[in-house]
């Protein structure tokens, strides 16, 4: 069941073997290349489980696959490649060419790494349109609920 997704991050890894040996035998987390088949939009927790809730929608594709960290209470969205990519905001992080990313494997948690929708081996990824608009929805949302002074 797994088998495309292991393969599809997998090969973003120099060395796709080691990566699965790592995933099966060490500690569960391969350190993989992003900017080569996929980018990385790491938002903060809360933000980042409103804005998968919204992109869950019967009239939406499915979302593409999405990280969480609970240590760093971070989510991670992957995004097609975009070198010249610009996403501001407060406690966004986007990770490109040149940076690396620590992934578990897909069927199962590593640590405090946990996919919320594991890739499903196809390449299918968020599309960064939809992405920005749902964003800005929990944006929204969020300081709505959020007391002043708890921002």
Known sequence: ????GVE???AAAADPRACKRAWDHGDGIA???AGRFWDVLSVPDRLG????DLLWRPSLPVPGPTLVDTVA???GFFLPPDPSGLWIGAGLRYASKGAWVAVPPPYRAARSLEWL???DG???LHGPGALELALRQASTTLAVLTPPGEG
């Open 49 to 52: 489980l409103l804005t998968l």
């Open 1 to 4: 069941m797994w088998t495309q």
């Open 31 to 33: 350190l993989l290349a």
């Open 117 to 119: 929708v594991p890739p």
């Open 8 to 10: 599809w991050l997998a």
């Open 122 to 124: 196809t390449g299918s």
């Open 73 to 75: 209470h971070r989510v």
